[in-house]
């Protein structure tokens, strides 16, 4: 057996449990009378992928930052701050549409940054550093929109969100790099073991001499890069930036890492769980919302999904 055989092997191994769920969730959908006509489309495949590529990019960052042993509660509303701005340069200030994506990816980058030097220099919960910088990045996208839409009708700035590369949306090739990205940085860096060792026991990670403050800066930081980089797509894809954008997508990030199989205790976790989280969270969406599903009781069933996942950790860990 080669040893690309044996990852797979091992791969289906430890994902059995999600994968199984997926599946069963697939094929739920591909006969129940409302959607079995239109779930399994070419169509509706492709749309399923555009959905979740800005929870792909969220959930690169949160794995990261949960591995560690903390949360980033801030992404969802970066998403509004980054889209804001850089439609607002296009709009506004006459920038090149490139020069704007850069400037929205930055602003992430920055939020992403302040999160990372409070987390690494002081001993605040990093629940709260978030919480604090997703409340100020909320309130920085009302005042600089107004509370309205920051419109930018333009087809060379939909080709971010919307566009195609032949039959693939441009979405999914961006997902599809940021993941191996991720999975390069997480498995073959010395970073990556340094987030595992941190967040398996940042007392013994800094008694073996890892930098325990450089690593959370630098996590938190790419965590903020994958929030801004959303942000952009989710606005493209809108054809504007929008102050209310993102609103919960850190909740959806976070389930797409824990359904994963990542332990909110730190030090596990992998991105192959990972995606397939992020795949069955977008297949529930868009299952959801074939079925005419109110969206307040989408919150509760994706809320029942997060706490069987913690708990399925719970047990788990307690066995372990």
Known sequence: MSRFQKNVKQYFKENLGILVALAAIC????????????????????????????????????????????????????????????????SRYGLPIPAAFLIGILIGVAVGAFNGIWIAKTTIPPFIVTLASMNISKGLAQVYTGGSPVRVVNDEWQFLGAGYVGPVPVPVILMAIVLIITAIIMNKTKLGRHIYAVGGNAQAATFSGINSGKVKFLVHTYSGLMAGLAGVVWASRMYSGQPTAGEGAEMDAIAAVVVGGTSMAGGSGKIGGMIIGAIIIGVLNNGLNLMNVNTSWQYCIKGIVILLAVFTDYIRNRKG
């Open 27 to 90: 094929i739920f959908l591909a006969v129940f009378p409302k959607t079995s006509g239109i779930f399994l489309s070419q169509k509706n495949i492709f749309n399923v992928l555009r959905q979740i590529a800005p929870n792909v990019f969220l959930s690169c960052g949160m794995v990261m930052v949960i591995i560690l042993g903390g949360i980033d509660l801030s992404v969802g509303m970066v998403i509004a701050l980054s889209g804001c701005f850089a439609a607002g340069c296009v």
